[in-house]
T-cell receptor
Framework: GAGVSQSPSNKVTEKGKDVELRCDPI?????LYWYRQSLGQGLEFLIY????????KSGLPSDRFSAERTGGSVSTLTIQRTQQEDSAVYLC??????????????FGEGSRLTVL | GEDVEQSLFLSVREGDSSVINCTYT??????LYWYKQEPGAGLQLLTY?????DMKQDQRLTVLLNKKDKHLSLRIADTQTGDSAIYFC??????????FGTGTRLQVFP
């Protein structure tokens, strides 16, 4: 596809279970971002991958959260032992840092996570 | 710290102007952005302004930047129902890492 693709679009899980959220960025985009959108909290930065550099993990809220980006393309955000406060929409974005407009991020439609 | 603040809601009548305000904290921001999120969709870049500019106009959109007060605003002229969305301002800190505000939900009524 032409845009950023995320899956699943909706995920309902029980407290304590692990979840994996997947992001397929736009082909050729070297930068990939994960944000979390909670009601009334805006967009919270989680993690940022740029090429082969070490990821910026400064936004991950706890050690239950981790993310990988394999082969410089697809990324997986993993939340272990989910808690109710993890319920949110998780947004992935990618950008072309080699030639595109600085700061123009292309977002997916998000994965809505509900922890019961 | 990195904090970008916006009011949460704005309600305007169709045809009126809308002004969405944002305050940011990092004076070293290079660019400032406005993103739009329509219902059920991801965010899309609406417009941006370079930090050495005071104003940028793009059709119905006017961006004003007051660097001294670290204040950014987005004015939408002749607001239409299709403008109903959540508007996020954002600043770039380390080149392409963006910090977003809380978002302002704009509701346009007939």
């Amino acid at each position: 596809g032409a845009g950023v693709s995320q899956s699943p679009s909706n995920k309902v899980t029980e407290k304590g279970k692990d979840v994996e959220l997947r992001c397929d960025p736009i082909s050729g985009h070297t930068a990939l971002y994960w944000y979390r959108q909670s009601l009334g909290q805006g967009l919270e930065f989680l993690i940022y991958f740029q090429g082969n550099s070490a990821p910026d993990k400064s936004g991950l809220p706890s050690d239950r959260f981790s993310a990988e980006r394999t082969g410089g393309s697809v990324s997986t955000l993993t939340i272990q032992r989910t808690q109710q406060e993890d319920s949110a929409v998780y947004l992935c974005a990618s950008s072309d840092t080699s030639g595109g407009l600085l700061g123009e991020l292309f977002f997916g439609e998000g994965s809505r996570l509900t922890v019961l | 710290g990195e904090d970008v603040e916006q009011s949460l809601f704005l309600s305007v009548r169709e045809g009126d102007s809308s002004v969405i305000n944002c305050t940011y904290t990092d004076s070293s921001s290079t660019y400032l952005y406005w993103y739009k999120q329509e219902p059920g969709a991801g965010l899309q870049l609406l417009t941006y302004i370079f930090s050495n500019m005071d104003m940028k106009q793009d059709q119905r959109l006017t961006v004003l930047l007051n660097k001294k007060d670290k204040h950014l605003s987005l004015r939408i002229a002749d607001t239409q129902t299709g403008d109903s969305a959540i508007y996020f301002c954002a600043e770039s800190i380390d080149t392409d890492k963006l910090i977003f505000g809380t978002g302002t939900r704009l509701q346009v009524f007939p």
